[in-house]
């Protein structure tokens, strides 16, 4: 067991990428706060990992708003006296061409993935930095590296403020014995992709061959694979990793 008594906050944990997560970390031992916006999905997470024999609270929140984030880590800490790591999985997805894209559209996916980063981090460092030990893992998204895709300008602009956020993060507090990782993932099969594929006109099996032949590895990732990734960054195994972007997306 690679987390034994490590305590994990996860957020976004109710669906997709952030569930997978949850279950593998809980499959190491680690003690499970699953936080979404979407309570009934927290808690369906919560509830199978404890039939699993895990440890877990579900706890709901709406990563934009800073008090409800220092409510996660305030539960966090009555249930299971503090946490050692923390993981911002929390996003959304507003695509639009800019003339179409609102200020609401805009403000709601920074606030989620970059506000949302920040918020978590901010609630989790003063314990951390107490105990000199901790591992943050954000994510983000390859659009930065990559020539991005059309009507993605507030998505891109969040992934890149999440990569450089993990940056700044990690040298501000790698003296405390805190590593800060960011995983950037792509063609994952989760809802969100499923819902852009959608909006998008496409049959899934349409979009699954169309992302397929766009991947080196030729197949489309699970939420596994990303949980795998996140498992590693969170373990002793990576403690010399800090500040890096780790992409998952079958190829580089
Ligand atoms: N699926 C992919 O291919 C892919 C690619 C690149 C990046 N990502 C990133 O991975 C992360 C997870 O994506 P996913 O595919 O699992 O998406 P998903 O839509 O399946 O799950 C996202 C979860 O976040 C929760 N959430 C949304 N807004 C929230 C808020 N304000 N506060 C708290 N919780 C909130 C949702 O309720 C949901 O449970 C996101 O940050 C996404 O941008 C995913």
Not at 60 to 76: C, H, I, L, M, R
Not at 109 to 136: D, E, P, W
Not at 176 to 195: F, K, L, Q, W
Not at 222 to 233: K, Q, R, S
Request: aromatic share 8%.
């Amino acid at each position: 067991m690679k987390l034994e008594n490590r305590v994990a906050i996860i957020t976004g944990a109710g669906r997709g990428i952030g569930k997978a997560i949850a279950f593998r970390l809980a499959e190491e031992g680690a003690k499970i706060v699953a936080s979404d916006i979407d309570l009934a999905y927290a808690e369906d997470v919560a509830n199978r990992l404890k039939k699993k024999g895990r440890q877990a609270l579900a706890v709901k929140a709406d990563v934009t708003s800073g008090y409800e984030v220092a409510q996660v880590f305030k539960a966090a800490e009555k249930r299971f006296g503090g946490v050692d790591i923390l993981v911002n999985s929390a996003g959304i997805r507003r695509d639009a061409p800019l003339h179409k894209m609102s200020e609401d559209d805009w403000d709601t996916v920074l606030a989620t993935q970059a506000r949302g980063s920040f918020n978590c981090a901010r609630a989790v460092q003063k314990y951390m930095v107490r105990h000199n030990y901790g591992k943050i893992v954000n994510i983000s998204s390859p659009v930065p590296a990559s020539l991005g895709e059309r009507e993605q300008t507030a998505y891109a602009a969040a992934s890149a403020a999440v990569q450089g956020f993990t940056r700044a993060l990690a040298l501000e507090l790698g003296p405390y014995g805190i590593n800060v990782n960011c995983v950037a993932p792509e063609y994952i099969d989760t809802e969100m992709t499923r819902s852009v594929a959608r909006k998008d006109g496409m049959y899934l099996d349409d979009f699954r061959k169309f992302a397929t032949a766009r991947v080196p590895l030729r197949r489309i990732g699970t939420p596994e694979d990303v949980a795998n990734v996140v498992l590693f960054l969170v373990s002793d195994e990576s403690s010399f990793v800090s500040g890096q972007v780790i992409y998952v997306r079958g190829g580089p």
